[in-house]
C-alpha cells in the first residue's frame, strides 16, 4: 500500500515538472561564453516550461566546482549545468584527480553549440601562412611563442596539438583568460595564438590580426575564406569544444525528454541562432542526450590522448 501511494506521488509530482524555478548552474564568471548562451536559453526554455530558470555563476578551479555542485544536487529535475568542454571532457586527463566522473555522475540533456579556434598573427607579422610558421618553429626551437586563456584551454590544446603534428617545439604563455593573450598577440609580444573565432573576427575584419586557418573539420561560417588545418595538410587536426545542458546523473528520462524538448527549441529559434552562430561563432547542434554522450566519450578519449602525448598537466 506505501508503495503504491509513493508511485502516486512521484508520477503526479511528474506530470506537474515544473512547478517552481529551476537553477541554472555555469561554472564559469558572469560574462563569459557559457554564461551568454546560459542566460540566451534559459530565456527561452523559461517561456516553454512556464517556470524561471535562473542563472547561477560558480566559477572556481577550473570549472570543477560549479559542475561538482550540480553532481551533487538532487536529482529532480531543479538544478541543472550549462557547462563547456574543460571540465566534463579535458580536466579528468590534466588533473590526477577530479571531484566526480562526467560519464557516470551527469545526465547529458542536449549539445546546444559547437564552436573552434582561428590561429592568427599580428598585422606586422613576418609569418605569412601556417607553413611559415612552422618552419620557424623548426629553425628557431622554443622562440616561437603562443598565449592562451589558460593550462587546458582549447586554445592551448591547439597549441599542443600543432607541435605533436609538426615535432615543433612551441613555447606556450598562459594566461588568465583569453583577453590578455590576444592584447600581447595583438602588441606582437606573441608569435601568434589559436583565438575563439568570435572574439578574432572585428580584428581580422580590421587588419590588425591575420587569420589562417580554423580549428575544426569545417570552416566557420563567420571566416568562410579561411581553411580548415586538415584542408593544409595538417592531418587529424581538430580542436572543437562544446557547451551542454545536463542534469544530475539519476534524473528521471520523463524530465531529461521534457528539458531536451525545451532546449531544441530554444536554440532553434531565429533571435537565438543569430545571437550564438551569426554573432558568437557558434554552431548551433541541439543533439539528443545520447548523442552529447558520445561526444563526450569520444572527446574524453581524444583529449586524453593529446594531454598525454603532450605531457601537459595542471599540476
Known amino acids: 500500500m506505501l508503495g503504491a501511494v509513493a508511485l502516486m506521488t512521484s508520477a503526479a509530482a511528474l506530470a506537474d515538472y515544473p512547478d517552481r524555478p529551476i537553477r541554472v548552474i555555469v561554472p564559469y564568471v558572469a560574462g563569459g561564453a557559457a554564461d551568454i548562451t546560459a542566460r540566451v536559453v534559459a530565456q527561452k526554455m523559461a517561456m516553454d516550461l512556464g517556470v524561471a530558470l535562473v542563472v547561477e555563476n560558480k566559477p572556481g578551479a577550473n570549472g570543477m566546482i560549479g559542475t561538482d555542485m550540480v553532481v551533487k544536487a538532487a536529482p529532480d529535475g531543479y538544478t541543472l549545468l550549462l557547462d563547456a568542454s574543460g571540465p566534463l571532457v579535458v ?8 571531484p566526480y566522473d562526467p560519464l557516470k555522475d551527469l545526465a547529458p540533456i542536449s549539445q546546444l553549440t559547437s564552436y573552434q579556434y582561428v590561429l592568427v598573427v599580428p598585422e606586422k607579422s613576418p609569418i605569412h601562412s601556417v607553413d611559415d610558421l612552422v618552419r620557424d ?9 603562443y598565449g592562451s586563456a589558460g593550462i587546458g584551454s582549447g586554445g592551448h590544446l ?3 596539438l600543432l607541435g605533436v603534428l609538426t615535432g615543433t617545439k612551441l613555447t606556450h604563455a598562459p594566461y588568465k583568460g583569453n583577453a590578455q593573450a590576444l592584447t600581447d598577440v595583438l602588441s606582437g609580444t606573441l608569435t601568434f595564438t589559436f583565438d575563439t573565432v568570435v572574439t578574432s573576427v572585428p580584428h581580422i575584419r580590421s587588419g590588425r590580426l591575420r587569420g589562417y586557418a580554423v ?5 566557420a561560417g563567420v571566416l568562410p575564406d579561411l581553411p580548415t588545418m586538415e584542408e593544409l595538410g595538417y592531418k ?15 534524473t528521471d528520462a520523463r524530465i531529461i525528454a521534457r528539458l531536451h524538448d525545451a532546449a531544441v527549441k530554444a536554440v532553434k529559434q531565429p533571435d537565438v541562432v543569430r545571437k550564438l552562430e551569426t554573432e558568437g561563432g557558434n554552431d548551433i547542434v541541439a543533439g539528443t542526450p545520447e548523442a552529447f554522450a558520445q561526444t563526450m566519450r569520444e572527446d574524453l578519449e581524444r583529449f586524453r590522448k593529446l594531454i598525454q602525448q603532450a605531457g601537459v598537466t595542471a599540476e
Not at 91 to 98: D, E, G, I, R, W
Not at 215 to 219: E, L, T, V, Y
Open 91 to 98: 580536466n579528468p586527463s590534466l588533473y590526477k584527480k577530479t
Open 137 to 145: 618553429a623548426k629553425a628557431h626551437p622554443g622562440q616561437v611563442t
Open 158 to 160: 591547439a597549441g599542443e
Open 215 to 219: 580549428s575544426g573539420p569545417k570552416r
Open 236 to 250: 587529424d587536426f581538430n580542436v572543437t569544444q562544446f557547451q551542454g545542458l545536463l542534469a544530475p546523473a539519476g
